[in-house]
T-cell receptor, first 110, second 113 residues
Framework: GQQVMQIPQYQHVQEGEDFTTYCNSS?????IQWYKQRPGGHPVFLIQ?????EVKKQKRLTFQFGEAKKNSSLHITATQTTDVGTYFC??????????FGKGTRLSVIA | NAGVTQTPKFQVLKTGQSMTLQCAQD?????MYWYRQDPGMGLRLIYY???????DKGEVPNGYNVSRLNKREFSLRLESAAPSQTSVYFC????????????FGNGTRLTVT
């Protein structure tokens, strides 16, 4: 079945450093979504990408969808302590339900 | 506007006991979902309901049953709880299955001893 791999599993950064998490699918995706989960909280939707090669920005966050629609990335510029949490990608292939990656847990050291 | 409401927040069961997790959304969403979250495993889909009147199995349906009671409510039942079902359970809803944002409830932390 469809698999969504996400790396790295953990990332520790100094405040002010950049951070990137990568998502790769075994199949071509029709769309990909990104979520953030704060410690002890629930996942919160960040963004959805649909088009091949699409790039979207939200303040310090940049989201990319690969040309082949099999991979995606989330890049955070100049991390802050408020960025702490686990970032999940979730992709859909055809009419199947969204499949979540295992997430990247980001720790930010002040 | 409450969004997605799950009850209970915490539950401890003994092996073999049964229970129902309740979920309700007030956003008039068509699709509803049940996920479980285990350390290092991400979010795994148990069951989902793409629209009122339909339910389908997800990735890990064994040991669970669901009921889409109406458009607002989607319950998850454990008939005979097992320690392997110790997890955090999230209910979610979306306007359309697959291409709309998921809105999650606050979760139910279930421990089976």
């Amino acid at each position: 079945g469809q698999q969504v791999m996400q790396i790295p599993q953990y990332q520790h950064v100094q405040e002010g450093e950049d951070f990137t998490t990568y998502c790769n699918s075994s199949t071509t995706l029709s769309n990909i979504q990104w979520y953030k989960q704060r410690p002890g909280g629930h996942p919160v939707f960040l963004i959805q990408l649909v088009k091949s090669g699409e790039v979207k920005k939200q303040k310090r966050l940049t989201f990319q969808f690969g040309e082949a629609k099999k991979n995606s990335s989330l890049h955070i510029t100049a991390t802050q302590t408020t960025d702490v949490g686990t970032y999940f990608c979730a992709g859909r292939s055809g009419n199947t339900p969204l499949v979540f990656g295992k997430g990247t847990r980001l720790s930010v050291i002040a | 506007n409450a969004g997605v409401t799950q009850t209970p927040k915490f539950q401890v069961l003994k092996t073999g006991q049964s229970m129902t997790l309740q979920c309700a959304q007030d956003m008039n969403h068509n699709s509803m979902y049940w996920y479980r979250q285990d350390p290092g495993m991400g979010l795994r889909l148990i069951y989902y309901s793409a629209s009122e009147g339909t339910t389908d199995k997800g990735e890990v349906p064994n040991g669970y049953n669901v009921s889409r009671l109406n458009k607002r409510e989607f319950s998850l039942r454990l008939e005979s709880a097992a320690p392997s079902q110790t997890s955090v359970y999230f209910c979610a809803s979306s306007q359309r299955d697959g291409d709309s944002p998921l809105h999650f409830g606050n979760g139910t932390r279930l421990t089976v001893t």
